[in-house]
């Protein structure tokens, strides 16, 4: 069971920058896909991005374009999110996620396991 634990979260200004950090057991960043998602307090989880085990990258266009980056890290076992010139309506609790291969990534349902989340606060 893949054991997944975000970090990085925190209080930031509109414009500011934030990278969050998902640790997750040997062998599971290489394996399996990783999302990233984000819930905000009444609104449902939201998909922000994916990265296959192959490498190939998909973002909730809409919410993120341009502004976040995910990266794995396979050395570490770790998978980033870069967040910059962060909004106050990216304020949520951003959580990370495996799914197994070729499920469909921007479903939540799609994934197995999940970490705790992270809180991300932008003030304006």
């Known amino acids: 069971q893949a054991q997944l634990v975000e970090s990085g979260g925190g209080l930031v200004q509109a414009g500011d920058s934030l990278r969050l950090s998902c640790a997750a057991p040997?062998?599971?960043?290489?394996?399996?896909?990783m999302g990233w998602f984000r819930q905000a307090p009444g609104k449902d989880r939201e998909f922000v991005a994916a990265?296959?085990?192959?490498?190939?990258?998909?973002y909730n266009v809409d919410s993120v374009k341009g502004r976040f980056t995910i990266s794995t890290d396979n050395a570490k076992n770790m998978v980033n999110l870069q967040m910059n010139t962060l909004k106050p309506e990216d304020t949520a609790v951003y959580y990370c996620a495996a799914a197994q291969p070729g499920s469909p990534a921007a479903k939540a349902s799609s994934y197995e396991y999940w970490g705790q989340g992270t809180q991300v606060t932008v003030s304006s």
């Open positions: 040997p062998r599971t960043v290489m394996w399996y896909t």
């Open positions: 990265i296959s085990r192959s490498g190939h990258k998909a």
